[in-house]
Every structure is written in C-alpha cells, then in structure tokens.
C-alpha cells in the first residue's frame, strides 16, 4: 500500500521559513515526478510546484516563484518544500503528491498525502 506521509508544518510569523517534507512508503518514485499542492480554507486545492524524477526540472505556480524551492532525494524516496518570505496567504494545508501525468498542462498525481497545516500570522 502506497503512503505519502507530509511532516514540517506549523505556524510561523510572515517572512519566515518552513520545509515540508514528504517521505514515501510502498512503492519508490524514483522515476516518477513528485509534486505539491495546497489547499487554503474556502478555495479549492491548487498546484504549487512538482520536480521531475531526476530532480532536474522543477515548475512552479507563478505566486511562490522566488521563494519556495521544490527538491529530491531518490535514495530517500523524499520530496522538500523549502518555503521562504512566507505570507499570510500561504496559509493552507499543504498536500504531496507523486505520480500521475500532466494533462493539458495540469499536473494530475496518482497519489496523494492527507496534509500538513502551514499557518503564517501577520
């Protein structure tokens, strides 16, 4: 049974840092992308960033652009999140997702995490 298991989160104060990390179990995902996603209170889940198998091609949704980075460890079966000059509208659970393929340019995973809860206060 595939687990995608998310830890990191927690509350910190605008202009900080988080790193998000998403270990999985099962199965390896070495030569499949990995990617994040969230979902803030009232809106629906929406992508953040994904990185290819070979952690050389990384995309990002155009508001984290500079200051979240999306890295690898295949040894470890790991996807990161470095979140940095965090904002009050990052607020949201964040979601790992591996697997899957891109459709008309969306990424659609196979597998997804059950979440971790980043809170930034202002």
């Known amino acids: 049974q595939v687990q995608l298991v998310e830890s990191g989160g927690g509350l910190v104060q605008a202009g900080g840092s988080l790193r998000l990390s998403c270990t999985a179990s099962?199965?390896?995902?070495?030569?499949?992308?990995m990617g994040w996603f969230r979902q803030a209170p009232g809106k629906e889940r929406e992508f953040v960033a994904r990185?290819?198998?070979?952690?050389?091609?990384?995309y990002y949704t155009n508001s984290v652009k500079g200051r979240f980075t999306i890295s690898r460890d295949n040894a470890k079966n790991t996807v990161y999140l470095q979140m940095n000059s965090l904002k009050p509208e990052d607020t949201a659970v964040y979601y790992c997702?591996?697997?899957?393929?891109?459709?008309?340019?969306?990424?659609?995973?196979?597998?997804w995490g059950q979440g971790t809860q980043v809170t930034v206060s202002s």
């Open positions: 990185i290819s198998s070979s952690g050389y091609l990384t």
């Open positions: 099962g199965r390896t995902f070495s030569s499949e992308r």
């Open positions: 997702a591996a697997g899957g393929s891109i459709y008309s340019a969306s990424y659609k995973p196979d597998y």
